[in-house]
């Protein structure tokens, strides 16, 4: 059978390959830390769930909904747009129920992006944005970010040649998603004027819209001049209240958009999963305020994190302030997929390399807190520090044993921070 062009052109799923290499690890008495994939560990919240249970017995629960999405959960998002950023949304017009952002991501493209265009993905890029274009036969430019201090920060002059290139639209997720960066208002003005001036789309990834424990909120599109009209929201109650396995997010759109995706809604999904909209409208009107809680344990995680990091010359710290990860670069020989895997073999930790994000996550790990408690983190330290200082062990030895062979330091390989990058450990 021949297998079409575009989905062989796909890179495979990066989760999937490192999950594969974890089942191999087996070490009796020293389980995996798993600081892998973006997985919250906090569970619905319990009177939501009661909720749910009390409508279970629903036959509607268990049929198709509208296509759209149920009008309670268009409607509880609507209230909760207004009460948290006094934007006022048309639940009829504006807004689509999806089967989790990354469908939404896919319907989005679908009404906006033809066949053989561009769309700038900020870089680190989220994988399976790029595989979604690649899935439909369109490419992926890199907008890299920049470094300030021990932060991942936008570099708005890079935004404007990509787009001036042709691109049709631009992906910005904020809190960012693979950094852990929170791009504030400042920034994400400079990206929605670059936007509106080109008259292309931002497609704004907002699957960690509540979770952020640094100082600066997050600036939304809709703020700007413009925004309303240029933006396709992406959203989720994956990450916000603990129901990545319900699968139901959102997408806010401009009324004719939003039109037109419903031809692919209905094609792909007829409708998002009907309890989980049940369950996540549950969460929105009665525990809105649920995410605050689990940040503060978020921000708990960090700290302990970072403070491992710092005893490891071999990383370097970036500070995050949302989201679920950090993004550390690091002074290695090795490739980051290669790094990766020896650090599940060899040292029990799970982290994904940076290379999975894009030609610019190279030299780098990205490390996720949210399924890690403290004690756990606390161990994951322990044991990258017990891995790098062996291997720096071992290469010197090398070096000693055979001077000029094998010798050369991973400084000399300029993979890690860029020089003068600021380290606070
Ligand atoms: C940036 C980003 N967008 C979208 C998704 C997928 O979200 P959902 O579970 O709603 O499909 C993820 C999941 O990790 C993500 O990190």
């Not at 080109?198 to 907002?206: C, I, K, M």
């Not at 525990?287 to 005893?311: F, Q, T």
């Not at 010359?313 to 950090?326: D, I, S, V």
Request: charged share 20%; net charge neutral; hydrophobic share 45%.
């Amino acid at each position: 059978m021949r297998i079409a062009e575009w989905i062989q052109a796909t890179i495979a799923p990066p989760i999937v390959d490192i999950y594969a290499l974890a089942r191999q690890y087996d070490r009796p008495g020293q389980p995996l830390i798993n600081m892998g994939q973006g997985i919250p560990d906090m569970m619905p919240p319990a009177p939501c769930l009661a909720a749910l249970a009390d409508r279970l017995a629903d036959p509607a629960l268990h049929r198709y909904g509208p296509d759209q999405g149920l009008p309670e959960l268009r409607e509880a998002l609507a209230a909760d747009y207004r009460r948290r950023l006094g934007v006022r949304l048309d639940p009829e017009r504006e807004i689509i129920i999806t089967a989790g952002a990354n469908h939404g991501f896919v319907l989005a493209l679908l009404a906006l992006v033809q066949p053989g265009e561009r769309v700038v993905l900020g870089a680190p890029y989220y994988f399976n944005h790029l595989m979604a274009l690649q899935l439909l036969g369109m490419t992926g430019v890199e907008w890299p970010l920049t470094v300030r201090g021990d932060r991942f920060v936008l570099d708005l002059d890079g935004l404007a040649p990509r787009l001036a290139a042709g691109a049709a639209g631009v992906v910005c997720v904020n809190p960012n998603n693979p950094t852990g960066a929170v791009f504030g208002a400042e920034d994400m003005s400079g990206v929605m004027a670059a936007c509106v001036r080109r008259g292309v789309p931002l497609f704004y990834d907002e699957v960690y819209s509540l979770i952020a424990f640094g100082e600066e909120p997050a600036g939304h599109p809709y703020a700007f001049a413009g925004g309303r009209e240029h933006t396709i929201i992406l959203g989720s109650f994956s990450k916000l209240f603990g129901l990545t396995g319900w699968r139901v997010g959102y997408i806010i759109a401009p009324p004719p958009v939003v039109e037109q995706m419903m031809k692919a809604q209905d094609t792909t999904v007829i409708c998002a999963p009907v309890a989980g909209q049940a369950l996540a409208a549950e969460c929105l009107r009665r525990c809105p305020d649920y995410p605050a809680a689990y940040c503060r344990e978020l921000g708990r995680r960090v700290r302990r994190l970072s403070a491992a990091v710092c005893d490891i010359p071999a990383l370097t710290w970036r500070e995050p302030a949302g989201a679920l990860f950090t993004m550390l670069p690091y002074r290695h020989p090795e490739p980051s997929r290669q790094l990766a895997a020896r650090l599940v073999r060899e040292a029990g930790v799970m982290v994904i390399p940076g290379a999975a994000f894009g030609a610019s996550g190279e030299g780098h790990l990205r490390i996720s807190f949210g399924s890690s408690d403290e004690a756990t983190i606390a161990e994951a330290g322990r044991r990258l520090a017990r891995f790098f200082t062996e291997d720096r062990n071992r290469s010197d030895r090398n070096r000693t044993a055979a001077p000029g062979a094998g010798g050369r330091q991973a400084e000399d390989l300029g993979v890690g921070g860029a020089p003068g990058d600021a380290d606070p450990c």
